[in-house]
């Protein structure tokens, strides 16, 4: 079973709106990312976490705040967004960040309208 | 810089031909190699991955790599209409698991 699963699968919110983006996986993987995709873009790398500890932070805005509950949960808080965030948000996991070759396996995704 | 090249194409091919993507990479410390698979609108699908020099096949995939020439291959038999999508080439380096993307190639099967 190669599922992640992510809520909402679509999601409107206004500039000063607070809302989070949930991702769940039960394959028991330690390692999960975060990414967002533009239209017509290959997905860029947010962040990791690995064994529940952040790993890599892509120089991301601080108006994008995640959080690992525990090895099978990740969300991303968002709050003050602009409308340049509207994105296709990805969730992947992988069975751990120490290695190479460890296969990522995505999630359907968050599609976020800023408006 | 890492980088990883695709032809971004449409590449168009008819209905039960070969379909041939292909992808370079910069870095010669590039360890794994993924082929993503993602319809409009949808997230990437994960459908090949290759580790070693040569050919790797399922089903109607076969993935192949070159390290020497930096080169890594994805080949599609018989196919489909429903391959219709936009293939993705992703690389990562010794270390850690984190994934350079190619800006992808648009696949085009005609019936």
């Known amino acids: 079973d190669t599922e992640v699963t992510q809520t909402p699968k679509h999601l409107v919110m206004g500039m000063t709106n607070k809302k989070s983006l949930k991702c769940e996986q039960h394959?028991?993987?330690?390692?999960m990312y975060w990414y967002k995709q533009k239209a017509k873009k290959p997905p860029e790398l947010m962040f990791v976490?690995?064994?529940?500890?952040?790993?890599i932070n892509e120089s991301v805005p601080s108006r994008f705040s995640p959080e690992c509950p525990n090895s099978s949960l990740l969300n991303l808080h968002l709050h003050a967004l602009q409308p340049e965030d509207s994105a296709l948000y990805l969730c992947?996991?992988?069975?751990?960040?120490?290695?190479?070759?460890?296969?990522?396996?995505f999630g359907p995704g968050t599609r976020l309208t800023v408006t | 810089q890492k980088e990883v090249e695709q032809n971004s194409g449409p590449l168009s091919v008819p209905e039960g031909a070969i379909a041939s993507l292909n992808c370079t990479y910069s870095d010669r410390g590039s360890q794994s190699f993924f082929w993503y698979r993602q319809y409009s609108g949808k997230s990437p699908e994960l459908i090949m991955f290759i580790y070693s020099n040569g050919d790797k096949e399922d089903g109607r995939f076969t993935a192949q790599l070159n390290k020497a020439s930096q080169y890594v291959s994805l080949l599609i038999r018989d196919s489909q209409p429903s391959d219709s999508a936009t293939y993705l080439c992703?690389?990562?380096?010794?270390?850690?698991?984190?994934?350079?993307f190619g800006k992808g190639t648009m696949l085009l099967v005609s019936p």
């Open positions: 992947a996991s992988s069975q751990d960040h120490t290695g190479s070759s460890y296969e990522q396996y």
């Open positions: 992703a690389v990562n380096v010794g270390g850690y698991s984190t994934l350079t």
């Open positions: 976490y690995s064994y529940e500890k952040l790993s």
């Open positions: 394959m028991g993987h330690r390692a």
